[in-house]
């Protein structure tokens, strides 16, 4: 909640994509791409990120539109700040054909800096250089989701809840030959993290889909534990 009242803060709208590749080192796997945001940026700083940022005025097109994480067809201002963000923050060049919608976070209601988030994922489009803007963004790693989640615990990177559930959901996949068809299959989750408690410098965080839509495979529900050692994710 906000110092002054009991009144959530407003949800700023924001696009995030998630960028892959097959791993080089990593034999029939995929790595994704992380960013490291500054100490001095205004959310998450010092964390490794997705590349993304909010979602501006210039990004619509039309005088009047409305966006909802509900809707599957997306609107194009959400699909453009994804691929500005990710251009202004790393350098490439990805194309709205390629981005397959991934789930949508709203950052929990008792934040005092809260985002409405949309997730895309897409192929790394091929032979395109990283080149990060030195201001926001400060160093960048390509790592499987495994091997990005063992950093995590080894304290050498640091992630919000959004990024590492995304991880951990993404390292599942057995192997590069199978993320194309989780990709194409999978049910977008719509999801506010509830906090269900809160003690001894432990709290948890109730990941709930809550999109209505119907979808035969289902987003499993998670529950994030985060204490003075980390995070973990019970299923």
Known sequence: MSAM??????????????????????????????????Q??????????????????????????TISPQDQTLNGAIQTAALRETKEECGVDASEQTLHYFAHWTTPEFSAKRYSTWYFIADMPHGQPINIDQHEIIDHCWLTPQAALDKYWAGELQFTPPTFISLAEL????????????????????????RIDSNGGQQTLLCVDSNPLQHPRQWRQRTLVRHEKGMRVEF
């Open 40 to 65: 001095d940026a205004g959310f998450a700083a010092g964390s490794w990120v997705f590349p993304g940022g909010r979602i501006e005025d210039e990004d619509f097109t039309d005088t009047v539109q």
């Open 171 to 194: 390292s599942d996949i057995e192997g590069s030959a199978h993320l194309a068809d989780f990709i194409a299959s999978r049910h977008a989750p719509v999801v506010l993290p509830e």
């Open 5 to 38: 009242n009991d009144t959530p803060t407003i949800a700023v709208p924001a696009a995030t994509l998630i960028l892959t590749r097959p791993s080089a080192r990593v034999k029939d796997s995929f790595e994704v791409l992380l960013l490291k945001r500054s």
